[in-house]
C-alpha cells in the first residue's frame, strides 16, 4: 500500500510527463486525459506490486501509461473493426477503407493536420514495440538508454527498432510521394 502523500507527490511529479504521452499515443486531448487518471489509478492499486531493483518509479509508471495506451488503441481499432457504421470496402471497388486518424491535439495547426495524419497513420501502422520506440525517441525525446529501460529491452534493440521504423516510414512516405 501506498502513503497519500507519496501518491499525490507520484501524481504531481508525473502527470504531465504521462498525459503528454499518451497524448502522443492517442492523439486526442481527453482520451489522454482519461487514460492518464486511470494510470494514476492503477498506479495507486498496484503500487505493492512496485519493484525498486527492477526500475525507478518513473520507468515503472511510463510502462502502465504505454500499455494503457495501447490497450485502448486496440480496444478502439477492435470497435471500429465490429462497427456497422463504416464499411469496409469502398462501394465501387474491392479497395480496403483506411481509417484516417483523427487528430484532436492542441498542439497541431489546420494547415499541418492533412501531412501529420498521414505520417502518422504511417507511424501507427508500425509494429507496437517500433511504434513505442519512435513515440518516446523521436516525439518524446527521450535518451535510448531512457527509452530501453521503459521498454525493458537493451539500447542495441532499441536502435535495431528505430533503424526498422525509420525504414518502413521512409519507404511508405516514398510510395505516398512524401508529405
Not at 504521452?21 to 481527453?30: I, K, P, T
Not at 480496444?75 to 484516417?100: C, N, P, Y
Amino acid at each position: 500500500m501506498i502513503d497519500e502523500l507519496h501518491f499525490e507527490n507520484l501524481y504531481n511529479g508525473y502527470k504531465k510527463l504521462v498525459y503528454n504521452m499518451c497524448l502522443h499515443y492517442v492523439l486526442n486531448a481527453e482520451d489522454a486525459q482519461d487514460i492518464t487518471q486511470e494510470v494514476f489509478v492503477k498506479v495507486h492499486q498496484r503500487y505493492s506490486q512496485y519493484d525498486p531493483k527492477a526500475a525507478s518509479e518513473k520507468t515503472w509508471i511510463c510502462r502502465i501509461a504505454i500499455n494503457h495506451c495501447l490497450d485502448f488503441i486496440k480496444s478502439k481499432k477492435t470497435k471500429k473493426r465490429f462497427g456497422f457504421i463504416s464499411s469496409l470496402f469502398h462501394q465501387d471497388s474491392d479497395e480496403q477503407v483506411i481509417d484516417a486518424l483523427e487528430i484532436n491535439h492542441p498542439g497541431v495547426e489546420a494547415e499541418h493536420k492533412e501531412a501529420l495524419t498521414k505520417l502518422l497513420q504511417i507511424i501507427y501502422a508500425l509494429p507496437e514495440n517500433q511504434k513505442t520506440a519512435i513515440i518516446l525517441s523521436k516525439i518524446e525525446d527521450r535518451p535510448q538508454k531512457e527509452v530501453a529501460e521503459i521498454m525493458n529491452t537493451s539500447v542495441k534493440a532499441v536502435e535495431s527498432l528505430l533503424q526498422r521504423a525509420k525504414q518502413t516510414i521512409h519507404k511508405n512516405l516514398t510510395n505516398t510521394e512524401g508529405l
